[in-house]
Each structure stands twice: as C-alpha cells, then as structure tokens.
C-alpha cells in the first residue's frame, strides 16, 4: 500500500530564515530522502519563491496548483521541510486541511516530524505548529516597522533599496551634479515653467533617474515635491522631523513647490479642461452652454444635440478667434472704473446673499412646477421648457457665485490690464481660467448674421460681466 503513495513535494524560498540552511535545493533534497525513506514515490515538486513569508497578499502559484492536485485526487500525502515552509497563517493552514479532509488526503510529513492530519492530535499538533511559525513571522515584522519608525523619529534615512536621486548611497551626502539638477528643476518649476518642459530639459540632457529611466511628469513631480530636498524626514503617519542631511533647497521653496506642484485643480484641470472658455459660452438661440472640441483640426466651441447635449445644435464659432475677443475684453474690463469698483473687496456680501436668495426661490419655483405638472395643471412640453429655462439660470447663479469666490484671481491686475496682457502669454491655462472667471459670468455666442464671413463679428458676442 505504501509504495503506491504518489507524493506533493513543496518547498518554498523565503528571507525569514536566511542563513539557516534553507536553500530551496536543501529542501527538496531532504524532502525527496524522506520520500524514499518511506517507499513511496513523487509525483511532483512545488516550489514558490516569495521573498518575504509574511507578506500574505502575494500569491503562491505553486502551492495553488498543489492544492489544485489534492483536490483532484491526484495526490495522497504532502512532504514538507518544515510546517512554515507550507502556510504563512494559521487560516491558510484550515483551508489546506479542508481541502486534504475532502480528498481522503491525511498525511503530512516534514523532515523533523509527521501529521496524520484524520486525527484530532495531528490536526492539533499542525496547528499549534502553524501558530507559532505565524507569531514569529509577525514578530519580526512588528520589529521591523518599529526600527524603521526609530529611524524616521530620528531623522536618519531609510536605509535599505534604492538611492534616492540628489544623495549617495549613504543617502545622507548630496550627489553634486544630482542635487545640482534638483535645484535649478525646482527654480524654474517655481517661475511657473510647466513639468512637461523641465522633463524635455531633463532628457534633452540626458539626465536619468537613479533607476536609469527617462524622467516623466509623474517621477519629476514626486521628485521636486518630495520633503527629503528640504531636509525633512517624512514617515507615515508619524509627524515630520528635521533631517539628519542638510537640505538641497530651501525649505520655504520646497512649501511653494508642494503648492503649485500639488494643487489638485492643476492637476484634474490639465486633463479635463483644455479650453479657455470651458463652461462658459452659452448659446444665444437655446440658451445651453456650448461644448468645446476640435473638428477638423480647427477648435470650435458648438452648441451640440445628442444623448448627452439638449442643444438646438445651430451654434457653432471658432474657439480661438472666441477666445482671442474675450480675453481683449477681460483685459479692458479690468481698466475700466466700473469693473474697478464692482470687484472692489467689500461689495462680495450683499451680492452673495442676493444670489443665494434667487437660487433658493428658483429651486422652490422648481418644486411647485413639478408638482404642478404632476397635479396635471400643465402639460410636459409646458414644464420641461420652463424647467430647462430655470435650469439654465440656476447654472448662471452658481457660476456668479464660484466667480465670487474665486474673485482673488484678478485682484492683482484691477486697473493694470496692460500689465495682465504682458504677462498673459507664459500664463498656464488655469491662471487664465481663474482670471476671466472672475470677472466673466458667461459669454453668450448669437447666430451668424453675414454667412462665411471670416474673423469674429463683434456683434455675435454678448459678455455678462460680473456685476
Ligand atoms: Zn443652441
């Protein structure tokens, strides 16, 4: 009987026990003797490589395809080094003894023991064995965590991988030409040169990451807003400490560079809106806002009809020469004694209070429309057209009230519109943004009067300045 045993060999390379002997081949090589001492035979070896045994997210192909194999009856008894080189947790061991119970699979031996997993005492012996291999593991990365925190709590580096770009290995002494590198990225990211033009200087040249990589907007950002260049030590969770290194820039730089570097509208703005006048433009036939998109390589602001656009779909104007007419207006606006005077600090109150007490009545006249509608009092075309026009104005209001808030963007340039217009050009596109919205509420684009007419027609163009 014993003879015809076909055996699940497993092994499995880990660090937990490095210098202990337990090279996979020492292993394998123990389990196959006591195989042989047995008489019976091995059907197949298993062998995972997980670097570190406790870290339970990592998935062990062998063993799955081993278990995979018990389960199909192809296998009647595990050999095993060790009970920790099987499972890493005391749950991983139960579902292995599942799967044996329902396969008729009872025996499991190791090198240094044996466990007829059909009786309570092996079971229970597996067990105990498992517990213990599992608290060890947890000791020693519970003291692992806690040296590295030591270390961070005394603003010493982290050690061990990679180097970080700007240190030598000791990660402590400045890498000259490196920090060299950080420091101009960081004084030109700081005079407002945009991440995607530091990564061309970057590669242009020829300055790699310490991995060797071409630098992307993504690794520079991480690198320019990473707390270690000012001399700061950062651990998660645990409060900043003063760095044991001398910083590479200066530490107010390094708060500004985070600022600008992480500011979550530059970030979701870059990809979501890429127009100017996003927003802003209103149909001057049916009221919607206009959608802007490339057609034909030219950009166009359109008034559009589909599943997503209850547009009339007859507007339609070339989104530079739009752009080029609002930003001249914005920047006479910000010279006239009237703009002066209605951006003027202090006039913020009243108008945010007048806002909100329209949108509030408008959303009350909302309700009762619905009701009214529901009542039968009026018919759909009737309420969805009065809803829609509602609707259109509710968006006006809460674009006033963003532009109120947001107001602070044009501040700098009240009265000094010539100076805006020198600087407008190397502006990034949400500096812009900001500052039309702050005195724009929206733009209004009317049909065409003189069909195929070239350049703007002024008279098209209806602004409603903030007021
Ligand atoms: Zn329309």
């Not at 070339?318 to 606006?333: K, S, Y």
């Not at 829609?388 to 809460?398: I, S």
């Not at 900001?434 to 002024?458: C, E, F, Q, Y």
């Amino acid at each position: 009987m014993a003879t015809r045993r076909s055996v699940a060999i497993y092994a499995r390379i880990s660090q937990d026990r490095g210098g202990e002997g337990l090279g996979v081949d020492r292993q394998l090589q123990d389990c196959r003797e006591k195989t042989a001492r047995l008489g019976w035979t091995v059907a197949d070896e298993y062998v995972d490589n997980d670097i570190s045994a406790y870290d339970r997210r990592k998935k062990r192909p062998a063993y799955e395809r081993m278990l995979a194999d018990i389960a199909a009856g192809e296998r009647d008894a595990v050999v095993v080094y060790h009970i920790d080189r099987l499972h890493r947790a005391p749950i991983e061991l139960e579902r292995f003894v599942d799967v044996c119970s329902i396969a008729g699979v009872k025996d499991l031996k190791t090198v240094s023991g044996d466990y007829d997993l059909g009786t309570g005492d092996g079971l229970l012996h597996a067990r105990l064995l498992g517990i213990v291999a599992a608290a060890e593991g947890d000791a020693k990365s519970r003291r692992g965590k806690r040296k590295m925190r030591e270390k961070a709590e005394n603003g010493q580096p982290h050690g061990g991988g990679m180097r970080p770009f700007g240190f030598e290995k000791d990660q402590i002494t400045h890498h000259p030409e490196e920090a060299a590198v950080i420091r101009e990225a960081a004084s030109r990211a700081l005079a407002g040169e945009s991440l995607t033009s530091l990564v061309r200087w970057l590669d242009e040249a020829d300055v790699r990451t310490v991995t060797g990589r071409p630098w992307a907007t993504t690794t520079l950002r991480q690198l320019l807003t990473n707390p270690r260049n000012w001399g700061v030590r950062t651990y998660k969770g645990a409060e900043p400490v003063k760095a044991v290194w001398e910083p590479i820039i200066d530490p107010a730089d390094g708060a500004r560079l985070r600022s600008v570097l992480l500011d979550p509208s530059r970030r979701t703005n870059r990809t979501a809106r890429r127009y100017l006048l996003s927003g802003l433009g209103r149909c001057g036939r049916c009221g919607e806002v206009l959608v802007s998109h490339p057609k034909r390589g030219v950009r166009k602001y359109e008034c559009r009809t589909s599943a997503n656009h209850k547009g009339c779909g007859k507007i339609s104007i070339t989104a530079e020469l739009l752009e080029e007419w609002v930003v001249e207006a914005v920047l006479h606006a910000l010279d006239s004694p009237a703009m002066a005077q209605s951006l003027a600090p202090g006039s913020d109150d009243t108008e945010t209070e007048r806002i909100r007490a329209e949108v509030t009545r408008l959303r009350q006249r909302q309700e009762e429309l619905a009701e009214m509608y529901a009542d039968g009092e009026i018919d759909r075309a009737g309420w969805s057209t009065a809803r829609n026009r509602m609707q259109n104005r509710v968006r006006d209001l809460d674009s006033a009230l963003a532009g109120l808030t947001r107001r602070h963007a044009a501040d700098p340039y009240l009265g000094k519109g010539e100076e805006l217009r020198q600087q407008w050009e190397q502006m990034n596109l949400d500096r812009q943004v900001a500052i039309v919205k702050s005195v724009l509420n929206h733009v209004t684009v009317l049909p065409a009067t003189v069909p195929g007419r070239h350049g703007l027609d002024p008279a098209r163009v209806q602004p409603d300045w903030r007021r």
